[in-house]
């Protein structure tokens, strides 16, 4: 019994032996053929090619915010109906009737965020005030 299992290891065993030698291999190699010299310019940071200006701390406008958290949560609502129709012949109708419901409520809530101007980009202004509220900045 011991044996058997000796045998059903040693794949397993030498694939770990060759991953270790690759990787030594290629430290080695880039020891070898690497940079010998540091110049003023090896550590300074860029990114594609683009040396950086200025500092790291800059403020974002919230736009950006906003479409990216738009993004995570309708590419959510894209791994939800691609396992429904993945098991799309086990759920029937019922499975049917739910999706054209989740499927509902996402297209209502893209029509608030377009209405809402939650989408716009540039100056924000609130919608449904009137000109009085707008200059004196009371609200009802």
């Known amino acids: 019994m011991e044996n058997q299992y000796a045998n059903e290891i040693w794949?397993?065993?030498?694939?770990?032996g060759m991953v270790i030698m690759l990787v030594v291999t290629m430290l080695a190699l880039?020891?070898?053929?690497?940079?010998?010299?540091?110049?003023?310019?090896?550590?300074?940071?860029?990114?594609?090619?683009?040396?950086?200006?200025?500092g790291s701390q800059i403020?974002?406008?919230?736009?950006?915010?906003?479409?990216?958290?738009?993004?995570v949560i309708f590419d959510l609502e894209t791994l939800?109906?691609?396992?429904?129709?993945?098991?799309f012949f086990e759920l029937g109708w019922a499975g049917y009737l739910s999706i054209t419901v989740f499927i509902?409520?996402?297209?209502?809530?893209?029509?608030?965020?377009?209405?809402?101007g939650a989408l716009e980009w540039g100056n924000k202004?609130?919608?449904?005030?009137?000109?009085d509220q707008l200059t004196t900045g009371e609200s009802t």
């Not at 794949?11 to 770990?16: D, Q, T």
């Not at 939800?80 to 098991?87: E, L, R, S, Y």
């Not at 509902?104 to 893209?110: F, Q, S």
């Open 59 to 71: 403020r974002i406008s919230v736009e950006f915010y906003l479409v990216a958290i738009f993004f």
């Open 80 to 87: 939800f109906i691609f396992a429904w129709a993945v098991a």
């Open 104 to 116: 509902g409520v996402l297209v209502l809530a893209l029509v608030y965020q377009c209405r809402s």
């Open 125 to 131: 202004t609130r919608t449904g005030l009137r000109e």
């Open 11 to 16: 794949p397993l065993a030498i694939y770990f």
């Open 30 to 54: 880039s020891w070898v053929l690497g940079q010998k010299r540091r110049e003023a310019a090896t550590n300074d940071p860029f990114e594609s090619g683009v040396v950086s200006v200025g």
